[in-house]
């Protein structure tokens, strides 16, 4: 990832930006949102290159999908349609619409990655390519935590 100019480039304004920066200091499964979503864009923007899609928003995408600025598990909301699974997606979106332009394919992948917990499915590849990202990147985040706790 490091060595790829053309990713770096396309995300750079994103990870300049202050607000976006906050994301390093928020816990999200296994490191902070922001490395998580760094891992999500990368894989976003391989896949969707490698089958000719729109690499450029699948990477701002999956760099913003879970662009919110709270700690996750601390207990907020008592309703179970109220918790983060259910309402990051939307809060993520709003924070990168105040920072950033985005085109109908990045707003549906942020809105949509969640699905199915999301009623409604993700509306174009893009959105699909940034929703499985997230699925494989959290798994495996999940599955490195465990891995570190067995061998403590």
């Known amino acids: 990832m490091n060595r790829d100019h053309e990713f770096r480039g396309i995300i750079h304004e994103i990870i300049r930006n202050k607000t976006f920066q906050k994301t390093k200091k928020i816990r999200h499964h ?5 490395h998580h979503s760094l891992q999500v864009a990368y894989l976003s923007y391989k896949i969707a290159k490698k089958f000719k899609l729109d690499y450029h928003s699948a990477a701002r995408a999956g760099l913003l999908h879970d662009f919110f600025l709270y700690d996750w598990r601390a207990p907020k909301k008592n309703r179970f349609f109220e918790k983060h699974g259910f309402t990051h997606a939307r809060e993520a979106h709003l924070n ?3 920072h950033f332009k985005l085109n109908p394919k990045e707003e549906d992948a942020i809105l949509k990655h969640m699905f199915p917990l999301t009623i409604s499915p993700p509306n174009n ?9 997230d699925k494989y990147i959290s798994i495996a985040e999940y599955a490195q ?3 570190r706790r067995k061998h403590r």
């Open 30 to 34: 296994s490191d902070s949102v922001f």
């Open 96 to 98: 990168a619409k105040k």
């Open 125 to 133: 590849s893009i959105s699909w390519v940034v929703t499985l990202a």
């Open 145 to 147: 935590r465990l891995s």
